[in-house]
């Protein structure tokens, strides 16, 4: 099995450990991980706001670089979503189609491919878990309060085979922390709002780290934490996942 | 008027600057949702149901001319009289020439988010004639003023001390009464009186069935029973898109409606009207003002599936935290922002943008219309036809670009990080909307591509 590693940008950027502890993870399991050099962007950004027309560079260097992977693994539901739903190529329309069927968000890479039963981390501090929306409802990463369905959570399973870790319960299980992509910034009111609700939920049940398994949506609850100066830190699943403390 | 030119980022905005009242919205809107979750996960069949119900709006909006010409042969075999508007505006003459032919000046009308749509207050108002709004909520925002932020719960943005206020300005209460069972007695005995002296009463239409030529009318108040059954005169204005087949396929939607809207298992009265009881006439106005339009849009006809429940805007974080008068048009929330673009394009260009895709407006909605994918796709459209404001598209251009190249990337991303890093200020200022409530990221010394290409030296 060759995984190609897929490091969404702002996470190659401004979060390496998350890709670094992702990288670990999947090599501790025995997997044959390679990251491609020249990969940049899934093209999100442009897509959500309403320029998917402009994402046939990405759309192209995307397919280039990934599409002689078994699998392609990224920490991130969001980015994973954008590739699976919206990867195209007119000029080669069952490649791009193939190459999206290959992405897989990190968690679920663990429990229904690699079918992971136990780790070797611990982490003895009380956690938050964030369900980012793209990876919950768009992959189906957990279930969703909204539906009448089982419950199941793929990261919330892996959380609990980490050692020491004390997982707690949020008031509102799957609300939408207000990133949104380019929504932070165009409706920065809105979303600061948004993100300090979130926070808080966490806050009020005494977390000390926030984790979740898209970066972004921990980037924009990091700002306001740090904002408001707090000791309460993100962390991304991976770095939990692997960290051996 | 403000609400014309502002968009829904400012709109919001606005809102926002009382975040003790953004919290209260916020929690009134979730409790209605928790009510929701609670009384769906007591049907084992919710999902089905509402599979169910999608399945048979889309029979009707493939079949809708044939269900509509079978709908208005059997109402007018029962003496109803009905009517066709091709938009608002015909709506709006249909309903006054009505009005005039019965030389009134007075109407009661009981909750229409169609009338809404159409302004026919507005319009009769212009024409002497003066609409008493009978439901609760809107009569309250009527007072105000201004128009319902909700389409279940039109007054939902106001707290019951503002509504004591306006009582005692409009309806005589005594000064800084804010007794929830005072008010509503109070406008009670006001709208009696509406009621037993109007002539012609409006009503909307929450379901009409094909096979009968009936339509059913739901309420929480009976006040458009009260409305209807006393008045000479009663019209209905109706979406054309609000037919079901046959009658048996009403069960599915009054379970659904109410579960989704409120928590309720099914409304306080479902009433049926079939035919104008001796010595009364009733119209039946039948209005297109867009939705065979949004019916030939591929990506948007689900759309016309809504039965106005109002549930994806309680599950809405951003309704729920801008409130419904940010989004500047009739049905509000992400339902409106997929409707009001179809409508007009230029003056609502903003609304699909209202949304941070986390799509559970999609999973509460009884008839499963994929809300949120649809937002998505409006942005493509709206953009395409060059909606968005012109430095976006040149910002958008500049990005796709230097992703485009690995090069240019990897250049731009050092580059970032380093502003960070030596020259904060040149990001940590007013002009970075990032900044106004949230710290920016630490800048890492080295990026992932950077620590891989040493660490990893073998490939």
């Given at each position: 099995m060759k995984v190609g590693l897929f490091i969404p940008c702002y996470v190659d950027q401004f979060y390496p450990g998350a890709a670094i502890a992702t990288l670990q993870l999947l090599e501790k399991l025995g997997v044959d991980v390679v990251y491609p050099a020249n990969q940049t962007c899934c093209g999100q950004p442009m897509a959500n706001s309403g320029f998917e027309h402009l994402t046939g560079g990405c759309n192209e260097l995307f397919i280039k670089n990934f599409s002689d992977f078994d699998y392609i693994v990224a920490p991130s539901g969001s980015c994973v979503l954008h590739v699976r739903e919206h990867l195209y190529d007119n000029k080669q329309p069952e490649k791009a189609q193939e190459t999206a069927h290959k992405v897989w968000e990190l968690t679920s890479f663990l429990t229904d491919v690699l079918k992971v039963e136990s780790l070797p981390s611990k982490f003895p501090h009380r956690v938050g878990m964030h369900q980012s929306c793209h990876g919950q409802r768009g992959l189906h990463l957990s279930s969703m309060t909204e539906l009448v369905a089982p419950d199941f959570s793929k990261p919330g399973s892996l959380l609990k085979m980490v050692e020491g870790i004390d997982l707690i319960e949020l008031d509102r299980k799957d609300e939408c922390c207000g990133f949104g992509g380019t929504f932070c910034v165009t409706e920065e009111a809105v979303s600061a709002k948004m993100g300090k609700d979130r926070v808080a939920d966490h806050l009020h049940h005494d977390a000390e780290y926030i984790t979740g398994v898209d970066m972004s949506c921990l980037m924009h609850m990091e700002g306001i934490l740090r904002r408001q100066g707090s000791k309460v830190k993100v962390i991304h699943i991976a770095e939990i996942l692997n960290s051996e403390l | 008027m403000e609400q014309a030119t502002k968009d829904h980022a400012e709109l919001a905005e606005i809102f926002n600057r009382d975040e003790e009242r953004v919290d209260w919205h916020d929690e009134t809107l979730w409790w209605i949702r928790q009510k929701r979750d609670k009384i769906t996960h007591q049907l084992p069949e919710w999902e089905s149901l509402r599979d169910m119900a999608s399945q048979i709006k889309f029979n009707v909006l493939s079949n809708l001319s044939t269900y509509l010409q079978q709908f208005e042969k059997q109402a007018l075999a029962h003496g109803i009289q009905v009517h066709w508007a091709a938009d608002a505006k015909e709506h709006n003459e249909i309903v006054h020439r009505i009005l005039t032919e019965n030389q009134v000046k007075q109407m009661v009308k009981s909750k229409s988010m169609l009338t809404e749509e159409c302004h026919l207050n507005e319009y009769l108002a212009t024409h002497g004639i003066e609409v008493i709004d009978s439901d609760l909520g809107e009569r309250i925002v009527q007072l105000a003023g201004e128009p319902p932020s909700h389409i279940v719960l039109p007054c939902i943005h106001k707290k019951k001390e503002e509504i004591g206020d306006l009582f005692h300005m409009y309806l005589g209460t005594p000064s800084n009464m804010a007794d929830p069972q005072f008010l509503t007695e109070t406008a009670r005995g006001s709208l009696r009186e509406t009621f037993l002296t109007r002539k012609v009463a409006l009503t909307g239409v929450n379901f009409a069935i094909a096979e009968t030529g009936e339509f059913v009318v739901c309420t929480n108040e009976g006040n458009a029973d009260m409305g209807a059954h006393l008045a000479d005169v009663h019209i209905a204005s109706m979406g054309i898109?609000?037919?079901?087949?046959?009658?048996?396929?009403?069960s599915v939607f009054l379970r659904l409606l109410t579960r989704s809207a409120t928590g309720q298992p099914i409304t306080t009265y479902s009433s049926h009207f079939s035919k104008p009881r001796p010595g009364q006439t009733m119209h039946l106005v039948l209005v297109d003002n867009g939705r065979s339009v949004q019916l030939g849009r591929k990506d948007f006809r689900n759309s016309l599936k809504c039965i106005r429940c109002g549930a994806c805007m309680n599950t809405c974080p951003v309704y729920r935290r801008s409130g419904g008068h940010s989004y500047h048009t009739a049905v509000a929330g992400p339902i409106g922002s997929i409707l009001a673009p179809n409508l007009d394009m230029k003056k609502y260009a903003d609304l699909p943008f209202?949304?941070?895709?986390?799509g559970s407006c999609s999973n509460v909605c009884p008839v499963k219309i994929d809300i949120h994918d649809q937002l998505y796709k409006w942005r493509q459209v709206l953009m395409k036809e060059g909606y968005g404001p012109a430095g976006k598209k040149l910002a958008m251009q500049a990005m796709a670009f230097t992703l485009s190249s690995p090069t240019l990337y990897h250049g731009a991303g050092k580059m970032g990080r380093l502003t960070l890093k030596y020259m904060p200020f040149a990001v940590n200022n007013k002009l970075n909307p990032w900044y106004k409530q949230r710290d920016m990221p630490e800048p890492p010394k080295q990026s992932f591509g950077e620590w891989y290409a040493e660490n990893r030296k073998k490939k």
């Open positions: - | 898109e609000k037919l079901l087949p046959e009658r048996k396929h009403l209202a949304s941070t895709l986390c």
